[in-house]
């Protein structure tokens, strides 16, 4: 038997549309409204026919409108005139996406990197030597981490600070040009001063990379003796961003200029610190990055949300093909395809949404010192390694897919759509490659995985991983729920059921991740006592397994997130609505996975089928509630800034439709060669029949 249709009355539902905005910006949603609010003013937004001179010179000048308006100094302490209010900058800071991201980038270098570095790994004496500056914009500030060699290999970056006791110097160098520094926001043309990662040495030890405060250029712009560098040009995107590279030649220092919060050097070159684990001690000082990708997980959900809110404004309007009536052409949103093309993307923004706010929320209780454990911080780390590659690549999806269902009309860039995607194209490998970063948090598991198996024996494991056939790890797993004992008995219903069912869809996600990381730990556990050279060829070899686990555990907690949202929300209607779009979230989610499900016996062939047949029955009963759904972002059309969102679609539709009306109530339609044909079948069909 079939699936039993929805109800009919699913239409009479009525979305909260304030307590779902309020859903989707969390906690911040007033720093969010206030800046999004401030967004709207023209002079933040930049033409589309600038040139690259031209681009960066107005982009310097709306950095000063934002020092002017003190919209950028929630961050900062109370007594340089902030609020010390990290969650909420980062809130507030995610809403320039929208007035224009190369604007953003450039004040996320300028305060979020550069000034960040310094008040995070500085410490008092560089508080009030230089924050003033770099909260004021007198002084433009670059940072200086990646090198042309060295990307996300940070630990291995070859410029060196070398400590001169004598003189209480330090001395900067790049020793090859694969050691300059690059793609760095500022170097070519505004930045002032940068703080540099080097390899601290002294007393002939290397004590790995630290941060120093280094001068670049006089007032008049000119590099200082030292320092060169060049401009990186014209980029893919973010052209208002002056991109360069910096090299230094023995380029002296004084010992202050050492950023020294977690390692010092003394006068006769001691060296010191509270970290005594030199890892340990690299990854605290690296968790300043962290603020950017929480950063740009918060902006490329915002992104996703002003492209969809775009598509499906236009796909409500735009009308194309007469399929049910010779006289109406259908609204193209109600073809189920561009229904699976958008409102999948819509469920996933959604929950891209909600984990960002709960990775935000994170981020503030270590920032803010409410808890700065060294395991928080490490959850934290974690955690944004797994959430950032997965909203930026869904943001790039999503900018395309919307341009394409917009047809020619996303091509123009009165759209925005191929300038949005073209300048967050970038997030996905800057403060950290995607992959990179997966990889982090794949290793993070393995951990997990392995202290969860501690003083367990290989054979314990091993049966674990033979489809978990041990019975003591198998109802551990929760996986006795999951398995395919219940015979449906050919029910679509009951199938249906078991899948919405939220116990088993968290057991579904969560086992994928346990499982793919299982089979990874055993291979490595294989080699655990050979050499370093063949326990790295192992992991080699499991290096995709181990990034597929880490999206997967990014999926899963997409999950948790929007699962949360949904139990927390008041409004019944509202309520129902966001649970139709969690389990689209969830269905899409396994059907892009399903060869996995079924191969790993996670799920039947037959509730495969129902699922995909669920999943278009999902689309078409959460259509009549996209345009809400969208609406509910509250972006005002100054931040949309979209001709096919301004109503003059809608406009071209409605004088289309009057004058086919107008034309068929006057009699003087013409009428087509396929009716007169037609008619002609008709009259022979009746004569012949007499």
Same mark, same amino acid.
């Given at each position: ?9 699913d ?70 005139g ?6 909420g ?11 224009h ?22 410490t ?6 230089w ?17 042309i060699?060295?990307?996300?290999d ?18 900067i ?5 694969? $050691?300059?520094k690059?793609?760095?926001?500022n170097?070519?043309?505004?930045g ?7 390899q ?16 670049v ?6 590099f ?33 200029n ?18 005594d ?7 605290t ?7 950017? +990708? ?6 490329s959900?915002?992104?996703?949300a ?27 949103l ?5 229904? +699976? ?16 706010n ?13 808890d ?15 959430i950032?590659?997965?909203t ?7 900018l395309?897919?919307?341009?394409e ?20 194209d ?19 598991l ?6 969860e ?7 314990t ?12 790890v ?13 015979v ?13 069912n939220e ?14 990381i ?14 370093q ?15 597929? $686990?880490a ?18 929300t008041k ?12 389990n689209l ?18 799920i039947?062939?037959? +509730? ?12 078409a ?7 809400q759904?969208?609406d ?9 800034r ?9 406009? +071209? ?9 107008a034309?068929? $109530? ?25």
């Amino acid at each position: 038997m079939g699936i039993t249709p929805f109800p009919a009355d699913d239409e009479k539902l009525t979305i909260d549309p304030d307590e779902l905005q309020k859903a989707t910006l969390g906690r911040w949603s007033d720093a969010h409204l206030w800046m999004r609010k401030e967004a709207e003013s023209a002079d933040l937004h930049h033409p589309i026919d600038l040139t690259l001179a031209e681009h960066r010179a107005r982009n310097l000048e709306q950095l000063k409108l934002l020092t002017e308006r003190n919209l950028i100094s929630k961050a900062f302490p109370k007594r340089f005139g902030g609020e010390d209010d990290h969650g909420g900058n980062v809130a507030g800071f995610s809403e320039l996406v929208h007035a224009h991201p190369s604007l953003q980038i450039k004040a996320g270098v300028q305060w979020g990197l550069f000034g960040a570095a310094i008040l995070h790994l500085g410490t008092e004496k560089h508080h009030e030597k230089w924050l003033e500056d770099v909260i004021s914009l007198e002084l433009p500030g670059i940072y200086a981490m990646t090198e042309i060699g060295h990307g996300s290999d940070v630990d291995k970056v070859a410029t060196t600070a070398t400590y001169i006791p004598e003189d209480g110097e330090f001395e900067i160098h790049t020793p090859f040009k694969a $050691a300059w520094k690059d793609y760095l926001g500022n170097a070519a043309l505004h930045g002032k001063a940068a703080v540099v990662f080097a390899q601290l040495i002294t007393k002939g030890v290397n004590h790995g990379v630290h941060a120093f405060f280094v001068p670049v250029r006089d007032e008049q712009g000119n590099f200082l003796p030292g320092v060169g560098g060049e401009d990186d040009g014209y980029k893919g995107g973010l052209n208002g961003v002056d991109n360069g590279r910096l090299h230094f030649d023995h380029v002296r220092i004084p010992r202050f200029n050492l950023l020294n919060r977690y390692g010092d050097v003394e006068e006769d070159g001691t060296y010191t610190s509270d970290i005594d684990s030199p890892g340990r001690r690299f990854f605290t000082m690296l968790s300043t990055l962290v603020q950017g +990708r929480v950063s740009l997980s918060v902006s490329s959900s915002l992104a996703s949300a002003v492209g969809l809110t775009g598509a499906i404004t236009y796909a409500n309007q735009r009308r194309q093909f007469n399929a049910s009536s010779d006289i109406d052409e259908e609204f193209i949103l109600d073809y189920q395809l561009h229904q +699976r093309r958008l409102l999948d993307r819509l469920a996933r923004t959604y929950a891209d949404m909600f984990v960002s706010n709960d990775l935000l929320e994170k981020f503030n209780e270590v920032f803010s010192a409410e808890d700065d454990s060294d395991q928080n911080r490490q959850e934290l780390e974690t955690f944004a390694a797994a959430i950032k590659p997965t909203t930026t690549w869904n943001a790039l999806d999503t900018l395309q897919e919307c341009r394409e269902a917009c047809g020619g009309a996303g091509f123009l860039a009165k759209n925005r759509f191929t300038q949005l995607r073209a300048d967050l194209d970038i997030y996905t490998t800057f403060e950290g490659d995607n992959n990179v970063l997966l990889q982090l948090v794949g290793r993070r598991l393995l951990t997990d995985y392995s202290k969860e198996f501690a003083g367990q024996s290989a054979g314990t494991v091993g049966r674990y991983l033979v489809e978990q056939a041990n019975e003591a790890v198998y109802q551990r797993s929760g996986l006795r729920r999951v398995a395919q004992q219940v015979v449906d008995l050919g029910s679509d219903i009951r199938a249906g059921e078991w899948l919405k069912n939220e116990e088993v869809q968290h057991e579904l996600l969560a086992d994928r991740v346990r499982t793919r990381i299982a089979s990874v730990a055993s291979a490595l556990r294989s080699v655990a006592k050979k050499s370093q050279a063949e326990q790295a060829a192992v992991y080699n070899q499991n290096q995709y397994e181990v990034i597929q $686990a880490a999206k997967c555990h990014a999926e899963l907690l997409r999950w948790e997130s929007f699962t949360k949202v949904v139990h927390n929300t008041k409004d019944d209607d509202t309520r129902t609505i966001l649970t139709w779009l969690r389990n689209l979230f969830t269905f899409s989610a396994i059907e892009n996975d399903l060869g996995w499900f079924i191969e790993n016996g996670r799920i039947s062939q037959h +509730r495969s089928r129902v699922l995909r047949e669920y999943n278009n029955r999902l689309v078409a009963r959460l259509r009549p509630y996209a345009q809400q759904l969208v609406d509910a972002f509250g972006f005002s059309q100054e931040n949309l800034r979209m001709d096919i969102t301004s109503g003059v679609e809608q406009q +071209r539709q409605d004088e289309a439709a009057e004058y086919y009306r107008a034309q068929r $109530a006057s009699g003087d339609a013409p009428i087509h060669e396929k009716v007169l044909r037609r008619r002609a079948k008709q009259a022979a069909k009746q004569q012949k029949n007499g």
